[in-house]
């Protein structure tokens, strides 16, 4: 792991945050996805978690930040029951635009931007990414704990050292 400066850190624990999103979305079996909790689906819990992250990772004060196309009113509220359901597709497909995006941001922040303010914004870019951390890991953390009360199952996660899996792999540890 490079770590000569603040934006090859932030980029490479956003990699592996990001990969443990997409490994957690696919520990969700079928049978889950639409189970309640907290008197909404799991799947909300996921939309609610990915919409965050791609609203607040860059900058929620963006005037061109375009809703995804699978949006309607209140779909990321947990506290509104919504008449619209996603698909595992939908989620998935939402989640690569997320981590595309994120991506291609990281790739061209430098340290010395990360104090700046984006256009429209009270918070620097720094406060934006770190709290997505937070937020993304406290989502991250609910749904993890429905799998493993619901399955008995605990979904992989890459901590601090270990390396990516490459190729087939087994998602639960």
């Known amino acids: 792991m490079n770590q000569n400066t603040l934006t090859q850190i932030i980029e490479e624990q956003t990699n592996r945050a990001l990969w443990e999103v997409k490994n957690v979305i696919d520990c969700v079996p079928e049978e889950l996805w639409n189970k309640k909790y907290c008197e909404m689906p799991c799947w909300k819990h996921i939309y609610h978690m990915l919409h965050s992250l791609d609203l607040w990772y860059i900058n929620p004060g963006d005037m061109n930040f375009r809703e995804p196309d699978i949006h309607e009113k209140d779909l990321n509220n947990l506290d509104v029951i919504s008449p619209k359901v996603l698909s595992r597709k939908e989620i998935e497909s939402y989640f690569a635009c997320i981590e595309t995006k994120i991506q291609t941001y990281l790739s061209e922040l430098t340290d010395e931007q990360l104090l ?9 870019k720094f406060t934006l990414i770190l709290a997505q951390f937070r937020h993304l890991h406290s989502h991250m953390g609910m749904i993890m704990g429905f ?14 050292e270990n390396p990516f899996p490459d190729g087939q792999y087994d998602k639960y540890l």
């Open 116 to 124: 700046e303010y984006p256009q429209g914004c009270e918070y620097c």
């Open 147 to 160: 799998v493993i009360d619901d399955m008995g199952l605990w979904p992989r996660v890459l901590g601090l």
